[in-house]
């Protein structure tokens, strides 16, 4: 069923645009959606209507604004099934992840909703008597939330929930390979009860979205940029970002080690790189890059490795199956370059390369042993089912090795030594770190995200991207009925510095 979508601003239907047809992976002739791009104009439009709407939603109590998130979750809860059945039919994600995907938002939906009860400030003791210090957390106004499609609901939903949760109205670009699942998104968001304006959504390619926000911000109607994609967009999104002085929140690529250490548990290791090199078809930001296996059990790991990635089940995405087809063409097209990565003295397993025969965009799966630390696959993300593998010799190295493509994201250790454990974890340079578990695997309420290539150190989810979406007030009050001058109008109690016991 071809579905007929167009942007929403304000609550009204946006419908011009250039067309864009939003197609299904499995079965690239099938049309899920079409959809009208927007024009930069269009997209500066939207900021300024949000801009309008903001000051009004802020006045709202943010305990009532929590209402509306908890009607957000339990909307999306009753529709799980039919949401998690389009992110299946646009993007190929099986279906028992996508409804995973869709309880992510539920979740966090659950934790945001009892945080506009808190959002706390915080009382502080003033150097002078007759002052009380205060903070409090503003909304910055309006976000503009830029996606990837490759989570096209649940990433979404970890800057959409806390934005509007503390006070912010939004202005939404999702991926265009994802418009469907995104506009279905929106409409749960809307039948919360959301005034108009308050969330809008915009439907445009990269080149008009990077040119209405420069406009947006030039207007000084943006004040916060929530950016997922890949690093090198996201570089130049906090360029732009930067030159009007705004900040952004940049969530970015991988490159994502797996160090095994001679006492892991071989088989956990192997179930866990199977999950993360291959789940999504190896296109999460979390995704295994690269397994760094210790030499000892280098030759038995990959043994194991190669017997569990024959044995899976890649197919219809409806079906029970490790992956289905990659996101899209454009991923596939990229997909088969970074397949031309492979060198001489690679060991390519376990046999076929490339694209399956049929009309889905399915790829093989491909181990890479012997990759080296110079090499284009060891050092830069290959969004899609490929894995290398290197080895080492001492803990020290790995986490050399594991920092080495300069990305940040996600990491894995498996061993059954707690100091390797904790080592790995205080060398490693990602920003998030698991333990006999694999990269990927986020929770609602912990922080997510990198740094280096992966992001500019802003965390998602928990109490942590509060941060994001609110700023600090400081406030102080003096009622001492004078001028009361700070560092200069101290009390000094005089120590004797000269004691000795
Ligand atoms: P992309 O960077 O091509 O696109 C992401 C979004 O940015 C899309 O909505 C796109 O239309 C828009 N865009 C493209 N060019 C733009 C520009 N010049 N200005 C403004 N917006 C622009 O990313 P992709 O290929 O669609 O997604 C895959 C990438 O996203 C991978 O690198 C993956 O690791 C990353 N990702 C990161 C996270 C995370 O949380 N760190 C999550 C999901 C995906």
């Known amino acids: 069923m071809t579905r007929q979508i167009t942007s929403v601003i304000g609550g009204k239907n946006a419908p011009e645009g250039s067309p864009y047809s939003s197609t299904n992976p499995a079965r ?23 801009a309008a709407a903001q000051k009004e939603w802020a006045r709202v109590p943010a305990p009532v604004r929590g209402r509306v998130i908890a009607s957000i979750g339990r909307l999306v809860e009753a529709n799980t099934e039919s949401l998690a059945r389009l992110v299946t039919e646009e993007i190929g994600k099986p279906y028992a992840e996508a409804l995973g995907e869709v309880r992510e938002i539920v979740d966090t939906c659950d934790f945001f909703l009892g945080e506009g009860r808190r959002l706390y400030g915080q009382t502080v003791p003033s150097e002078m008597p007759d002052k009380n210090l205060f903070t409090f957390r503003v909304p910055v106004g309006v976000a503009a939330v830029i996606t990837a499609g490759n989570f096209p609901v649940a990433v979404p939903s970890w800057y959409l929930v806390p ?8 202005v939404w670009k999702p991926a265009e390979y994802a418009a469907a699942s995104a506009h279905a998104l929106y409409r749960l968001f809307a039948a919360a009860g959301l005034p108009d304006g308050v969330l809008n959504i915009v439907f445009a390619d990269g080149a008009r979205t990077y040119e209405g926000l420069d406009q947006a911000l030039s207007e000084g109607t943006v004040h916060k940029v929530g950016f997922t994609g890949s690093s090198a967009v996201g570089r130049s999104v906090g ?92 991923f596939a097209e990229r997909y088969e370059e970074y397949l031309t990565w492979v060198q001489p003295h690679h060991t390519v397993l376990p046999g076929p390369t490339g694209r399956m025969d049929g009309e889905g965009l399915y790829y093989h799966p491909v181990v890479v042993d012997g990759v080296r630390p110079d090499d284009r696959i060891f050092l830069e993300e290959t969004f899609g089912p490929i894995v290398g593998v290197t080895a080492f010799d001492s803990l020290d190295e790995a986490i050399e ?51 280096g290539k992966s992001g500019n150190g802003s965390r998602q989810s928990g109490v ?38």
């Open 401 to 451: 090795l594991a920092n080495r493509p300069g990305y940040g994201l996600s990491s894995s250790i498996y061993t059954t030594d707690p100091k390797a454990a904790f080592r790995f974890r205080a060398g490693v340079s990602a920003g998030m770190v698991s333990v006999n578990n694999s990269t990927s695997g986020a929770e609602a309420h912990l922080p997510f995200g990198g740094n």
């Open 239 to 330: 360029e732009l970002c930067g030159r009007h002085l705004q900040s952004a929140c940049l969530e970015l690529g991988g490159k994502n080690p797996m160090v095994v250490m001679p006492d892991a548990d071989l088989d956990l290791a192997v179930e866990g790189a199977l999950f993360s090199g291959f789940g999504t078809a190896g296109q999460r930001c979390t995704s295994l890059g690269t397994v760094i296996v210790h030499r000892d059990v280098h030759d038995e790991f990959v043994r194991r490795y190669v017997q569990a990635v024959q044995a899976a089940k890649i197919g219809d995405p409806n079906g029970d199956v490790l992956y289905g087809p990659l996101l899209d063409h454009k």
């Open 28 to 50: 690239p002739s099938e049309v899920v959606a079409t959809v009208p791009l927007a024009d930069a104009a269009t997209f500066a439009r939207a900021c300024r209507t949000a």
């Open 163 to 170: 934005a509007l949760l503390c006070g912010n109205a939004v």
């Open 464 to 501: 942590w991207v509060l941060d994001q979406f609110t700023r600090w007030q400081a406030m102080n009050w003096d009622y001492s009925g004078k001028l009361q001058k700070a560092q200069m109008d101290v009390a000094d109690i005089t120590p004797d510095l000269a004691f000795r016991l």
